[in-house]
Every structure is written in structure tokens, then in C-alpha cells.
Nanobody
């Protein structure tokens, strides 16, 4: 059973930075998308950044200009560099790897932005 192993996250002050990383425990064939989602308390999970096989990038307006998604399709790995963090970025962050046949999800890592 393939698992996505996440690392990073934690508590940071407003204006600070964090880096999240995610890698598959086994090789996933035919990966087409690498992405990050987040879910704040009492809200639905939302897509915030995605990377498509042709290297096209997409960011939500809420993180554009502050977050950078990078990834390696061959290694089934994806990272999220988060700069200038704000209290409203507080959420559980999930990595997502999509292949031709299914989605894979990380276990989620908590990011808390607070002074």
C-alpha cells in the first residue's frame, strides 16, 4: 500500500516561513499531478497549489506570491515553500499525488501561524 510521507509544519510567527515535504513510500507509475491542499477548522479542504506534468503551475489567490510548489515526478515527491505566513494560513496541509488511475493523500501536517 503506497503511503505519502509528509514532513515539516509546526508553529511559526506571522511573517515567518516553513517548508513542507512529501514523498511516496513506493514508486507510483504514470503520475500526472503533484499538489497541496489545506483544511482549516470548520472549512472544506481546498486546493492551494498544483503542478501538472507539463510543469504548468497553479496557485490559489490566497497563497499566490507567497507559496512556491516544487516537485519531482520521477521521484514522486513534492514540496511547498511557504513565506510571509499569515494567521489565516493556519490549517492542516495535505499533499496529493495523482496518477492516471487514482489520487494518493498524505496524512496531513498541522501548520499554525500565531504570535
Amino acid at each position: 500500500q503506497v503511503q505519502l510521507v509528509e514532513s515539516g509544519g509546526g508553529l511559526v510567527q506571522p511573517g515567518g516561513s516553513l517548508r513542507l515535504s512529501c514523498e511516496a513510500s513506493e514508486h507510483i507509475p504514470s503520475v500526472t499531478h503533484l499538489a497541496w491542499y489545506r483544511q482549516a477548522s470548520d472549512r472544506q479542504r481546498e486546493l492551494i497549489a498544483s503542478m501538472i506534468i507539463e510543469r504548468r503551475m497553479w496557485y490559489s489567490d490566497s497563497v499566490k506570491g507567497r507559496f512556491t510548489c516544487s516537485g519531482d515526478f520521477a521521484k514522486n515527491a513534492v514540496s511547498l515553500q511557504m513565506n510571509n505566513l499569515k494567521p489565516e494560513d493556519t490549517a492542516v496541509y495535505y499533499c496529493n499525488i495523482q496518477s492516471l488511475s487514482r489520487h494518493y493523500w498524505g496524512h496531513g501536517t498541522q501548520v499554525t501561524v500565531s504570535s
